[in-house]
């Protein structure tokens, strides 16, 4: 007789642009183990909307939710990642954490915080104690607490780190980088709800992509992750900038955050890495890893993709067709994404969260990855403020 299939209750925190994403990934899951169960968000509205699409249950809170589900996808922004992946620990339940995985948001006392002028070692102590504070919740409570860092699990990246593991590998060199013309959240833009601009909100991606491909070789070579040891960041506010002309096609007016950056990291074993991030770059989002190893090079195009070189000659036939994310016009050549969720890693990375629950194993990405991002952003922080100085990255020993 087969056992009855175990069924993953998940409800989503947030209602908007992370958690669409999120809901349709977890309809493609192979063999389904998941169920979506309900939403939950601060505006009623909103999530009533979003749950009557999807035939699911809009909860008035998070509260209220919580009994009714095994693990919680949490799809807010920056600031409230802590307090609502604590809460649902607490509550025993599994949490899968959007990036950036934790941060800092500012004093108790909120009155004119202005993230770009705070000291920036005082950010970093504060984003790694809150990394710390999840963590160590989800240790107590015996539950999984999984990092969606998509990116890890994007197909291109996976074969890379299959050939890093099989070939063994050494990465002297990874160049990697993610731009578009600006976030749509209202919550970005301002330091106290994103946590910061360019280099938590973007150069997080390549980033974590980059470390994992590390640990992976690593553990490869000597059964241990090689982690990051140094960071060098330079970080502007270019449309913030008096010189700056602006056109009018790509996002400004934000806040207190930076809108470039460039990291250089250095790994234990004295290899090196740089990334490149931001908010100025038209034609749709760009992601890209380039790695130079000791046995080969690769060049991992995750957006835009090449599947397909299409010509449209009049904007308005394609109003009802998805191209790319924030392509910016549907006119003359297209390079659409036939499957961008699948290319980005959005079904794949869910699909290891769900079965590390049902198998209780780690998930790929999990608190060491999530911690070691943190680590490094906010020590890039640091760097900027000097200009770039190379800065020791307190990673989390324990991990
Ligand atoms: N991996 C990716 O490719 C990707 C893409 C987009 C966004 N993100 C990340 O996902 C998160 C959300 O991004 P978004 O663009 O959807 O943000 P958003 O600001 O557009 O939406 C945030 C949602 O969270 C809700 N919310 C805020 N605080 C809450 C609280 N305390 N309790 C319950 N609900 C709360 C809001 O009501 C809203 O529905 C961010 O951390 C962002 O960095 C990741």
């Known amino acids: 007789m087969s056992e009855s ?8 925190v947030g209602s908007r642009f992370a958690a669409e994403i999120h809901y349709a990934a977890y309809q493609r899951i192979a063999g389904n183990g998941v169920e979506v169960v309900g939403v939950t968000s601060n505006t009623e509205e909103h999530r009533r909307t979003f749950a009557e699409k999807r035939g699911i249950v809009a909860f008035e809170s998070l509260e ?27 509550a025993g339940k599994h949490v899968i954490v959007e990036k950036p995985f934790t941060g800092y948001y500012g004093p108790a006392e909120r009155t004119g915080f202005k993230g770009n002028r705070f000291p920036k070692s005082e950010m970093l102590e504060g984003a790694m104690g809150s990394a710390r504070r999840i963590i160590d919740a989800a240790a107590k409570s015996h539950t999984k607490l999984c990092y969606a860092e998509n990116w890890v699990y994007a197909p291109a990246v996976q074969k890379e780190a299959e050939i890093i593991f099989k070939t063994k590998a050494q990465i002297m060199w990874a160049l990697a980088g993610h731009s578009h013309s600006g976030s749509p959240s209202p919550a970005y833009g301002t330091w106290r709800l994103s946590g910061g601009g360019s280099v938590v909100g973007k150069s997080c991606h390549p980033l974590t992509a980059i470390l994992y491909l590390k640990q992976v070789e690593g553990l ?17 506010e270019l449309t913030r900038n008096p010189g700056f002309i602006d056109k009018g096609f790509i996002r400004t007016q934000y806040d207190d955050i930076e809108d470039y950056c460039q990291l250089h990291v250095v790994f234990d074993d004295g290899m090196v890495a740089d990334v490149f991030a931001s908010e100025i770059v038209m034609g749709g989002v760009h992601n890209w890893i ?8 690769v060049r991992c195009n995750l957006s835009p993709v090449d599947a397909m070189q299409f010509y449209n000659p009049l904007e308005e036939q394609l109003d009802d067709v998805y191209i790319m994310e924030r392509v910016g016009t549907k006119q003359g050549w297209l390079n659409p994404a036939p499957d961008e969720s699948f290319m980005f890693g959005y079904p794949q990375e869910l699909q290891d969260f769900i079965e590390a629950i049902v198998e209780d194993r780690p998930p ?36």
């Open 290 to 297: 380039e790695l130079v190893a000791n046995n080969h090079r």
């Open 220 to 236: 490869a070579h000597s059964g241990k992750p090689i982690r990051p040891k140094t960071v060098s960041a330079r970080t502007h």
């Open 364 to 399: 790929k990405s999990g608190p060491l990855l999530a911690s070691d991002t943190v680590s490094v952003l906010y020590s890039a922080y640091v760097s900027a403020e000097e200009k770039g100085r190379e800065v020791e990255i307190p990673i989390d020993r324990k991990l």
């Open 64 to 90: 209220q939710m919580l009994p009714e589900v095994d693990a919680i996808d949490n799809c807010t922004p920056g600031w409230a990642h802590e307090p609502v992946t604590v809460a649902a620990l607490q």
């Open 5 to 12: 299939k175990q069924i993953i209750r998940v409800g989503l």
